[in-house]
């Protein structure tokens, strides 16, 4: 199994920009979670998802959307983007909400 | 609302010495509760977790913790630190009325010297 993969690795956009990270599992999870990194401040979660059709509000979901269409895909949408976006996102994944979660190797996004 | 501290920014160890990383946490209901290790430059991995029963638990590389309902504590202990040990450690606890989601602390950085 890969695990959770995300794509791309780095990014750089400007200002008003948009984009999507992706993120894939193969472990038929039902669980799925954006965070988004900074330094010093730990995790923030964005959005989760438990399963394919459903998804809520993290903690700091303004300027991102997300989607579910299947159990392996979630997709993490930035639309109009901002400095303070610059930040590094983890996806994870989990069968339900009492396991340990397991990330993805991340996404460092800048934008300028 | 539910809450994780990690009171230390920092812990620096001599290699060979006991390492302790300190964890408090506010629920409501029974916690559940789990410690993550991060690597430059990579995602987190998971180390250990309490759901219920022994109040110790071990997990992987030699780390244990333990569960403190009373001090509502859960610090990740190593009887003997390694170089390799050195990292970003994170506690997480999951708890009270939204049960799907974790809440991190802020990371403790673990400097283990030669």
């Known amino acids: 199994n890969a695990g959770v993969t995300q794509t791309p690795k780095f990014r750089i956009l400007k200002i008003g920009q948009s984009m999507t990270l992706q993120c894939t599992q193969d472990?038929?999870?039902?669980?799925m979670y954006w965070y988004r990194q900074d330094p010093g401040m730990g995790l923030k979660l964005i959005y989760y998802?438990?399963?394919?059709?459903?998804?809520d509000k993290g903690e700091v979901p303004n300027g991102y959307n997300v989607s579910r269409s299947t159990t392996e895909d979630f997709p993490l949408r930035l639309e109009l983007a901002a400095p303070s976006q610059t930040s590094v996102y983890f996806c994870?994944?989990?069968?339900?909400?009492?396991?340990?979660?397991?990330f993805g190797p991340g996404t460092r996004l800048t934008v300028t | 609302a539910q809450s994780v501290a990690q009171p230390e920014d920092q812990v620096n160890v001599a290699e060979g010495n006991p390492l302790t990383v300190k964890c408090t946490y506010s629920v409501s209901g029974n916690p559940y509760l789990f410690w993550y290790v991060q690597y430059p430059n990579r995602g987190l991995q998971f180390l250990l977790k309490y759901i219920t029963g022994d109040n110790l638990v071990k997990g992987s590389y030699g780390f244990e913790a333990e569960f403190n309902k009373s001090q509502t504590s859960f610090h990740l202990k190593k009887p003997s630190a390694l170089v390799s040990d050195s990292a970003l450690y994170f506690c997480?606890?999951?708890?009270?009325?939204?049960?799907?989601?974790?809440?991190f602390g802020t990371g403790t950085r673990l400097q283990v010297f030669p």
């Open positions: 472990m038929n999870h039902n669980y």
């Open positions: 998802s438990v399963g394919a059709g459903i998804t």
């Open positions: 994870a994944s989990n069968p339900t909400s009492i396991y340990e979660q397991y």
């Open positions: 997480a606890v999951r708890g009270g009325y939204n049960t799907d989601k974790l809440i």
